[in-house]
């Protein structure tokens, strides 16, 4: 009996210390201002904590819910966590908040693009571009939207003109834009070319050395295009994918040389190139 009295003592007296501490913890955080809030998520921000930024943000924001600092960096460490909605959300009210906010409009049209709303976007651009000079991001979206549009002479004046204003460290990925447009184009020497600029600016940038790989393979470079994505896939799926391509031609002897050296090079595991020379020999056959 004494016992058990001394546990449930003991019981009660550990609930009550977390009680204290949990009330400690919420009285010290009411001693916190929204200035230092702020600085703690850009602290967080900074290096990379982006989930602790988003509870530090929200903190500043219960106390000042206007407060647009807060809310676009809100809305910076959604996005670095790919939670888009919650991001444009944050956008909007930053938009409503701050009307001559170009990053605002910009990073709403950013949004737009990526779920389809093109002409919204477009819009959206507008304003930016308004409030934004020379913005380097406002003329790449504008090429994308054209990609998308199919409009890539077009595109391709806007990449031009994002590369020319792009900083150094964003200029590949702007080149990059710029080849896989003329490859949708189907200027192929072009894409080629500008691919190959794309890789002396970044010479790590796999995006651009596989692009440059299906470029080569779409101008009918078969062994070049192979040789080039045998940096960024292993050898069987490089002949493969540009055996396919082959067959997307209709350069049915070059497929069926390309998937045979597939299943050479890794005959135990790569499936798809049995499927895909059965294919290539069903449509070699329709075609005669």
């Known amino acids: 009996m004494r016992l058990r009295l001394l546990l449930i003592l003991l019981l009660v007296a550990i ?25 703690y998520a850009r602290q967080s ?25 807060a809310l676009s960096g809100l809305a910076q460490s959604y996005n ?43 819009m959206q651009l507008d304003k930016a571009d ?7 991001r406002i003329a790449d ?3 994308v939207i054209d990609d998308l549009n199919g409009d890539y002479d ?22 990059n834009n710029l080849g896989y447009s003329r490859m949708m184009a189907r200027d192929y020497a072009q894409a080629i070319q500008t691919l190959q600029q794309c890789l002396k600016i970044n010479p790590y940038m796999e995006r651009s050395r596989n692009n ?14 192979a040789k080039v994505l045998g940096h960024v896939l292993e050898s069987h799926e490089a002949s493969n994918n540009v055996g396919y391509i082959a067959m997307l031609r209709k350069d049915y002897t070059a497929a069926e040389r390309l998937f045979n050296k597939a299943i050479e090079q ?21 075609d005669k």
């Open 141 to 143: 979206a504008r090429g």
């Open 154 to 175: 077009s595109a391709s004046l806007h990449y031009r003109q994002a590369l020319a204003a792009a900083p150094e460290n964003e200029r590949a990925r702007v080149c």
């Open 130 to 136: 308004k409030l934004l000079e020379n913005n380097w």
């Open 212 to 225: 440059l790989g299906l470029a080569y393979a779409w101008n009918g470079e078969y062994d070049e295009a």
């Open 45 to 69: 921000r900074q290096f990379g904590n982006h989930r602790q930024a988003i509870e530090e943000y929200q903190a500043t924001l219960a106390l000042q819910p206007e407060n647009v600092d």
């Open 80 to 122: 670095a966590l790919n939670m888009h909605e919650q991001a444009g959300q944050a956008w909007q009210q930053v938009a409503a908040l701050s009307p001559g906010d170009g990053n605002a409009w910009l990073e709403l049209a950013l949004l737009d693009i990526r779920y389809g709303r093109l002409e919204q976007a477009a």
């Open 266 to 286: 890794s005959p135990g595991y790569y499936k798809k190139a049995f499927v895909n020379l059965a294919k290539m020999k069903t449509l070699r056959e329709a």
């Open 15 to 39: 609930t009550a210390g977390c009680s204290s501490a949990k009330q400690r913890k919420a009285e010290e955080q009411q001693d916190i201002g929204a200035e230092q809030w702020l600085e």
